[in-house]
C-alpha cells in the first residue's frame, strides 16, 4: 500500500479505555482473525446499549472498519458500526450486518462499503462517509442502542481511518497509529536486457481496495517509448475483477494475456 494510513480510534482491539459502553458486557480471550486470543464477545445486557468514542476528523472522507463473527443471532437492528456528527448534531450513517445472507445494509449516503470474508466464520465490514474536515464524530462499534438483551456477537480489530477505501489493518492501543508509506522499487530501466527475451518474477502478498479500476494495482510498468512497452496490472473493474493481465506493445502491436484469480 503507498498511501500512509492512520487508524484514529484505540484500542482497537478492545472496547475499553476510551470506549463509552452502555449495557453491553464484555468477555476476552477469544480467537481473533491474526490467530491471536485477543478477540471479544460482546453482549447486551439491557437498555440504550451502545459503544462509541469521540473523534476529530480532519479530512473530507472516513472509512469504519471491523471484523465481526456470528454469536447467537443472525441481524439485530441496533447491531451498527457508524458515524454521527457531535458539531452538527446529525447521523452521517451506520452499517449492519447479516450472519444469514452476508448482507452489509447502509443508512446515510456511502461512498463505498464491502464484507471481506476471513477464516474461522470471521467477517471484515467496511463502510466509507463524506464528512465535514474539523468536526466532531462520535464513532459507534457495535452497538448504537437498544438491542436484543442477551445477544451476543465477537468481535475484533475496530478502525476509523481518513479517505474514502479501506486499507490493512493497523493495531492501536493508547493511541493513534500511523502506518509509513510503502513503496515498491523497481528494477531500473538501465539494468534490463534491451532486444533479448528475459522474465520477470516477484513474490508476496499484496492488499488493496476495490475501486472499480482496470489498473487497480500495477506491479510493473516499463515504456521505452509511445509504441513499445511492458506492464503488468490487476483489474477490479465489475465482471472483470480478479483478472491479472500481462500487456506487451512492441512496434506499436499491442499482445495481452491474462488470468483470473
Not at 478477540?39 to 473530507?60: D, E, R, Y
Given at each position: 500500500e503507498s498511501p500512509s494510513r492512520s487508524n484514529m480510534v484505540w484500542p482497537s482491539e478492545s472496547l475499553s479505555s476510551t470506549w463509552t459502553n452502555t449495557a453491553i458486557t464484555l468477555e476476552n480471550g477469544f480467537q481473533a482473525p491474526s490467530g491471536k486470543m485477543n478477540?471479544?464477545?460482546?453482549?447486551?445486557?439491557?437498555?440504550?446499549?451502545?459503544?462509541?468514542?469521540?473523534?476529530?476528523?480532519?479530512?473530507?472522507s472516513a472509512v469504519v472498519s471491523a471484523w465481526v463473527k456470528r454469536g447467537n443471532f443472525d441481524t439485530d437492528a441496533t447491531f451498527q458500526f457508524g458515524l454521527y456528527n457531535v458539531t452538527s448534531v446529525a447521523a452521517i450513517g451506520y452499517m449492519s450486518f447479516n450472519f444469514d445472507t452476508l448482507a452489509l445494509a447502509t443508512t446515510g449516503?456511502?461512498?463505498?462499503?464491502?464484507?471481506?470474508p476471513y477464516n474461522d466464520g470471521w467477517y471484515r465490514i467496511w463502510v466509507a462517509y463524506a464528512i465535514t474536515s474539523g468536526n466532531t464524530y462520535t464513532v459507534y462499534a457495535g452497538r448504537t442502542g437498544t438491542g436484543t438483551t442477551g445477544y451476543y456477537h465477537y468481535q475484533w480489530g475496530v478502525q476509523v481511518e481518513l479517505g474514502n477505501l479501506v486499507s490493512s489493518y493497523i493495531p492501536t492501543t493508547t493511541a493513534s497509529v500511523t502506518r509509513a508509506?510503502?513503496?515498491?522499487?523497481?528494477?531500473?530501466?538501465?539494468d534490463m536486457p534491451a532486444g533479448v527475451p528475459f522474465s520477470i518474477q516477484m513474490s508476496g502478498k499484496i492488499s488493496y481496495s476495490d475501486g472499480n479500476s482496470t489498473a487497480q494495482v500495477e506491479w510493473y510498468k516499463r515504456i521505452v517509448n509511445a509504441s513499445n512497452s511492458f506492464a503488468m496490472r490487476l483489474n477490479t473493474s465489475g465482471v472483470l475483477t480478479g483478472r491479472i493481465t500481462l500487456s506487451n506493445m512492441i512496434g506499436g502491436v499491442s499482445v495481452s494475456a491474462f488470468k483470473t484469480v
Open positions: 478477540a471479544q464477545k460482546i453482549t447486551v445486557s439491557g437498555a440504550g446499549s451502545a459503544s462509541s468514542q469521540n473523534k476529530v476528523l480532519s479530512s473530507t449516503t456511502p461512498l463505498a462499503s464491502g464484507v471481506i508509506a510503502e513503496t515498491l522499487v523497481g528494477i531500473a530501466a538501465a
